[in-house]
């Protein structure tokens, strides 16, 4: 994006080039929002869970990553339909037409899952960067992290910003180069990703869950839906579909194109780092991975020094890449919800308590990792909010991505409906294990 921005949702070719760089540069002018969205999903507390999936079970829950894929896409892109067509964010929306007791649930779930995936994220790059740097102590990394994305937000201009963050995108590209360098058996993940292995054990279901709510996570909803309507706003010519039906088509397979891709790239990636696993920790016996770090770290003597380098720079770039996605979704959320002018392309003196807030959830999360807040407990407590909040939160999604009130001749198709309420369906069905396993250990 950047200087990539065009006035258009659709992008034509410049002539001079090859063919296939043409096409090259097209695609990339058009991936934004998903690509975004979809590689912050691979935050460093999912890595964590992906890794733990490979360490425990080996490829045998390889299959959950090919489930969740279509049902991600389907939520996901009427997400940012939503917000294209309204241009509103998902809080905006149910501001204007749902209670307002609801949205202050909703919006405080989320601000409060955010605050300690933050925290848990922060404290897992700092603890990457340990493994690398061991002269500095973590809760500097942690402050230094945090004060990076910070800043970055709030002096950045939002064209550039999202262009860094666009790039950092393929800082997780290392996680496909690590299986460049470790010995896989590709029969044997094959079978994990086509012929599930079913058990009655409580373990493995639990992770199931974790793999579901890790994957399909309420604040990709407000982020994409935000950025589309911030990238509504960075160009004079792109008006809500709602006022300017003849932008639909253009602006449609932009956001369908998007969407498949950085999804994809999400879902891929998470499935790389479980083979990792799967194929080095797993075989060698070590079967608990409490955190990215660890993970980082056992693959040093199994799998060579540039795996291990690999695995945590990826790490580190994917933190760098979801922290400012976490804190500016939660800022979203609170900022509509609240009727303040929100967004990454206004001045932060024209949006003094959008940017706080973005500042605040920041700072609160770091403060977390100094208070000595155990990192995997805010993850497992992150997850139990987010395995909440998601199903009423795709619920309302739903309704409003149907409701002729909100969404007028743009309400989604009756496969986008089917594969979205599957989405929710699976999601209840996750809220509903999640909510019974904390209940079990308690």
């Known amino acids: 994006m950047g200087k990539a921005f065009l006035s258009r949702d659709d992008s034509s070719p410049k002539s001079g080039s ?29 890595i964590g869970t992906y890794a733990q999936a490979g360490a425990g079970w080996g490829f045998g829950l390889g299959w959950t990553l090919l489930l969740t894929y279509p049902l991600m896409v389907a939520i996901q892109a009427i997400s940012a339909r939503i917000g294209r067509t309204t241009g509103c964010g998902i809080a905006g929306n149910l501001r204007q037409h749902y209670p307002s007791a609801l949205l202050r649930s909703i919006v405080g779930l989320l601000l ?12 897992a790059m700092a603890e990457c960067l340990r493994l690398l740097v061991r002269s500095l102590p973590a809760w500097l990394w942690v402050a230094f992290f945090g004060g990076v994305c910070i800043v970055l937000q709030l002096f950045c201009s939002y064209a550039r910003y999202v262009a860094v963050l ?71 010519a792109r008006i809500p579909l709602r006022r300017k039906p003849s932008q639909g088509p253009s602006a449609l397979a932009r956001i369908r194109t998007d969407t498949l891709i950085g ?10 780092i479980l083979i990792t696993a799967g194929a080095t920790l797993y075989p060698n016996g070590i079967h608990q991975v409490t955190t990215a770090a660890q ?32 804190a500016g979704s939660a800022a979203y959320a609170v900022g509509e919800a609240c009727g303040w002018p929100v967004g990454l392309s206004r001045k932060p003196l024209r949006a003094k308590a959008f940017y706080a807030t973005i500042a605040a959830a920041t700072f609160i999360g770091a403060l977390a990792n100094a208070a000595s807040v155990s990192p995997m407990q805010a993850l497992v407590w992150a997850a139990v909010i987010n395995g909440i909040v998601a199903v009423p939160v795709m619920v309302l999604v739903m309704l409003m991505a149907t409701s002729a009130r909100v969404m007028g001749p743009f309400q989604i198709s009756m496969r986008l409906r089917a594969f979205g309420w599957a989405a929710t369906a699976v999601m209840l069905l996750a809220a509903a294990g999640l909510v019974w396993s904390v209940v079990r250990s308690s």
Do not use: C
Not at 115 to 123: K, P
Not at 263 to 272: D, K, R
């Open 18 to 46: 090859s063919a296939p760089v043409q096409a090259g540069r097209a695609l990339w002018r058009q991936l934004g929002a998903g690509l975004i969205t979809g590689a912050s999903d691979d935050d460093p507390s999912g």
């Open 112 to 123: 409060a899952a955010n605050i300690l995936n933050l925290g848990a994220d922060l404290g």
């Open 166 to 236: 666009k790039w950092l995108t393929l800082g997780l590209l290392s996680y496909f180069a690590v299986l460049a360098v470790v010995r896989v058996s590709w029969l044997a993940v094959l079978e994990g990703l086509l012929w599930p292995h079913w058990s009655s054990d409580r373990s493995l279901w639990l992770m199931v869950v974790a793999l579901l709510g890790t994957t399909i996570s309420p604040y990709l909803f407000f982020w994409q839906a935000g950025q589309e309507v911030e990238d509504t706003k960075a160009h004079p």
């Open 263 to 272: 999804m994809a790239m999400s879902n891929l990636v998470g499935l790389a």
């Open 295 to 326: 993970a980082a770290q056992g693959l040093r003597p199994l799998a060579g020094s540039l795996a291990f380098l690999l695995f945590t720079v990826g790490l580190i770039g994917s933190g760098l890449l979801a922290v400012p996605v976490l």
